[in-house]
């Protein structure tokens, strides 16, 4: 029950790009709940979106670098993807308040945030294992 609770059984059986996708599905429905004019469906479309999103955002920032580059490098490449999200942390916010200041809905920033996270999505059917692509060294 312990390795269910630390997510542990979840990321030891499932392939990297299928978590990413239903994270990025996730932020689209999330997004969704941004647009859509319904306040009840607004209400439960951004809970689910985020709820599960987050958790998965969570998992996957633990589970991608090491899996995908190894232990070697693993600080360097942390802390450049943790400046990025810090970075990314900050335009988020910057440009839902302004697009709520300049049209006083959510939605225009919430259409471009939908399309970014479907595109995403369907490029994470692409996302492969480099050191799985990359070819063995030869003894020559």
Do not use: K
């Not at 990025?24 to 469906?41: D, S």
């Not at 899996?67 to 999200?85: D, E, Q, T």
């Amino acid at each position: 029950m312990d390795r269910l609770i630390r997510g542990s059984l979840v990321r030891d059986r499932r392939v990297v790009r299928d978590l990413l996708w239903v994270m990025q599905m996730r932020i689209a429905v999330g997004a969704t709940g941004l647009v859509v004019p319904h306040a009840g469906a607004r209400f439960w479309l951004i809970v689910a979106g985020n709820g599960l999103c987050g958790g998965l955002f969570g998992l996957l920032l633990q589970v991608t670098w090491p899996r995908f580059f190894g232990r070697l490098h693993l600080g360097a490449i942390s802390g450049m993807n943790m400046s990025l999200v810090v970075f990314a942390s900050a335009i988020g916010p910057f440009a839902y308040s302004q697009a709520f200041d300049t049209t006083g809905s959510y939605a225009w920033a919430g259409w471009p945030t939908l399309g970014i996270a479907v595109m995403l999505a369907g490029c994470a059917f692409w996302a492969r294992n480099p050191q799985r692509a990359a070819p063995a060294p030869s003894d020559e």
